[in-house]
C-alpha cells in the first residue's frame, strides 16, 4: 500500500473513530443487551433481593399498590414458567406496550409507558441478553387485584387519560445531552421514582424529576429531587458528584446510597456502576440541563 | 482473737475492697458513650461519612498512604456498632430499620465486615500498596458500606 493510501485510510479511521458512540459497545447483542439491562437498573423489580445467583430474573417480587397486589414475573428464558417460548416481538410489545402474547394488559407497576421511549435497537438487544441468561423454573404468582373492574375500566382509562407515554427516537442518540436524556428519561427510567405524582398516581412531568414524599414514592420510600435546584435538588453537586455516585453510590458528604437508589447502582448481573464514563457523564449534564425545581423532600 | 485469724481477715478485707473497686471501675468502663444509643450511633455514622469522604479526597489526591489513618478509625467505629443497637432502640429519630433486629445475624456480619474490610484497607495503605488500595476503593462504599444501607437503612433526607 502506498504512503497516500495509508494516510488516507488512517483519516479514515480517524473520522470513522470519531463517530463511535460515547458508550463504546461490545459487538455481540447479547453482551450489548446486558449494557442496556445494566442502564436499566438491572431490572431488579424482577429479581427476588438477595437471589441474584439463583433466581436472576426469575420474578417473584411483591409489590402492593392502592388496586392489590402484584407480583414481578419470570421473564428467565424458561420455555414452562418464563419467556422461552415467547418470539422477540411478543417480548419487545411487553416491554414497550404492556400486553402479553395473550392479549392481557400488564400493570405498569413495570413502567411500559417510559420504556416506550427505548429505541428498537436496544430493545432487541435486550430480549438477546435476557435470553442469555440461565432459565428458572418458576412459575408466576397471581395477582390479587381488590378494586372491582379495575382491569376492565380503570386501567385503560387511566392510560388513556394520564399515563404520558415517551416517543421512542428512530435510534439511540449516542452522545451529548440527548444521549443523557435518553438514558435517564427512557432506558434508566429515572422519572418512575423521581417524577412527583399526582392524585391519580400519574407523573408530573412538569415538575421532571423533582422527587416523591413517603407517601407517593416506590415501595413507600421518599425519593429526592434531582433537579439542579440549588436548595432542594442537586443544585450544590458537581456534574463529576452526580458521575461518581451513579458509579459508586457514594456521595460528596461521604454517606453511601443505600435502599432502592442503592439496588439499581449494584443493579443484579449489571447495574448503573456498569455503565461508562461517557454514559454516566452524558446523564449527569443531561440532569444539571433540566429546569430547577425547588420541591423539599424530607422526613 | 489469734493473730493468724487476725491476718486472715485482713487479708479478706483487702482483697474484698480490690474486688469492689475493679467492679466500680469495670462498670464505669462499660458505660461508653452519652447513654443515648440512638445519638451515639448517629453520631458515629456521620464521624464514619466524614472519614470516608476524607479517604476518597485522599485518594483523588494520590495520596494513598495517608488513608490508612482514616480506615483504621473505621474499623475501631464498626467495633461499637453492634452495641449501639440494642433491642428496643428502634425509633421514628433513626433511619433504622427493623429488619436490623429480625435479621441480627446478618446486621452483625455486615457490621464484623466494614471491621475487617477496613482494617485490610488500612494494612495495604500502610504497605504503600497504591494500586491495591485503589482497586479496593472502587467497590468499597457499594459492597461494605452498601451492604448494610441498603437493607438496613431507610434512605435519609435528602441534603443539597
Not at chain 1, 463511535?20 to 459497545?25: D, E, I, L, M, Y
Not at chain 1, 419470570?74 to 417480548?91: A, L
Not at chain 1, 439499581?264 to 464514563?277: C, E, F, H, N, P
Amino acid at each position: 500500500m502506498s504512503a497516500s493510501r495509508t494516510l488516507l485510510v488512517f483519516l479514515a479511521g480517524l473520522v470513522l473513530g470519531s463517530a463511535v458512540p460515547s458508550g463504546a459497545q461490545p459487538r455481540d447483542p447479547a453482551a450489548r443487551g446486558k449494557y442496556i439491562f445494566a442502564a436499566a437498573g438491572g431490572c431488579g423489580c424482577h429479581t427476588e433481593k438477595d437471589r441474584v445467583d439463583r433466581g436472576l430474573n426469575a420474578g417473584g417480587r411483591r409489590y402492593d399498590g392502592p388496586f392489590g397486589t402484584v407480583y414481578a414475573t419470570n421473564i428467565t428464558p424458561d420455555p414452562e414458567t418464563g419467556i422461552g417460548k415467547w418470539t422477540d416481538e411478543q417480548v419487545i410489545t411487553a416491554i414497550r406496550s404492556g400486553r402479553r402474547p395473550n392479549g392481557e394488559r400488564l400493570l405498569p407497576v413495570h413502567p411500559y409507558p417510559t420504556f416506550n421511549g427505548m429505541a428498537e435497537e436496544d430493545l432487541r438487544t435486550l430480549v438477546a441478553y435476557l435470553r442469555s441468561v440461565k432459565p428458572v423454573k418458576r412459575a408466576n404468582t397471581p395477582k390479587r387485584i381488590s378494586v372491582p373492574l379495575f382491569e376492565s375500566v380503570f386501567l385503560p382509562a387511566w392510560l388513556a387519560y394520564f399515563a404520558a407515554r415517551e416517543t421512542p427516537p428512530p435510534t439511540a442518540p449516542v452522545s451529548g445531552l440527548a444521549r443523557g436524556e435518553y438514558l435517564a428519561r427512557a432506558v434508566g427510567h429515572c422519572g418512575e421514582c423521581h417524577t412527583p405524582r399526582t392524585v391519580t398516581m400519574s407523573l408530573d412531568n412538569s415538575r421532571l424529576f423533582a422527587g416523591n414524599p413517603k407517601s407517593r414514592g416506590p415501595e413507600g420510600s421518599a425519593v429526592p429531587n434531582i433537579t439542579p435546584d440549588r436548595d432542594t435538588g442537586l443544585g450544590g453537586w458537581t456534574e463529576e458528584q452526580i458521575v461518581d455516585y451513579m458509579a459508586t453510590g457514594n456521595k460528596p458528604d461521604g454517606d453511601v446510597a443505600g435502599g432502592l437508589m442503592g439496588e439499581v447502582i449494584q443493579g443484579t448481573s449489571a447495574g448503573y456502576k456498569d455503565l461508562t464514563r461517557a454514559d454516566l457523564t452524558a446523564i449527569a449534564r443531561y440532569l444539571k440541563s433540566i429546569p430547577p425545581v425547588k420541591n423539599r423532600i424530607g422526613e | 482473737m489469734t493473730v493468724r485469724s487476725r491476718v486472715c481477715g485482713s487479708v479478706l478485707v483487702i482483697v474484698g475492697t480490690a474486688l469492689v473497686a475493679a467492679a466500680c471501675a469495670s462498670s464505669e468502663m462499660m458505660k461508653v458513650g452519652s447513654g443515648d444509643p440512638v445519638a451515639d450511633r448517629q453520631r458515629l455514622m456521620k464521624n464514619v461519612g466524614a472519614n470516608w469522604a476524607d479517604i476518597q479526597a485522599k485518594a483523588k489526591a494520590n495520596n494513598f498512604e495517608a488513608i490508612a489513618v482514616n480506615a483504621d478509625t473505621l474499623a475501631l467505629n464498626a467495633m461499637h456498632v453492634p452495641a449501639l443497637f440494642p433491642k428496643g432502640s428502634l425509633t421514628d429519630k433513626s433511619k433504622a430499620k427493623p429488619e436490623i433486629w429480625q435479621k441480627w445475624d446478618e446486621f452483625v456480619k455486615v457490621a464484623k465486615n466494614l471491621e475487617t474490610q477496613s482494617e485490610k484497607l488500612r494494612d495495604t495503605a500502610r504497605a504503600k500498596k497504591n494500586d491495591e488500595v485503589q482497586a479496593m476503593l472502587k467497590d468499597f462504599g457499594r459492597n461494605v458500606c452498601g451492604a448494610c444501607h441498603t437493607p438496613f437503612r431507610v434512605p435519609p433526607p435528602q441534603r443539597s
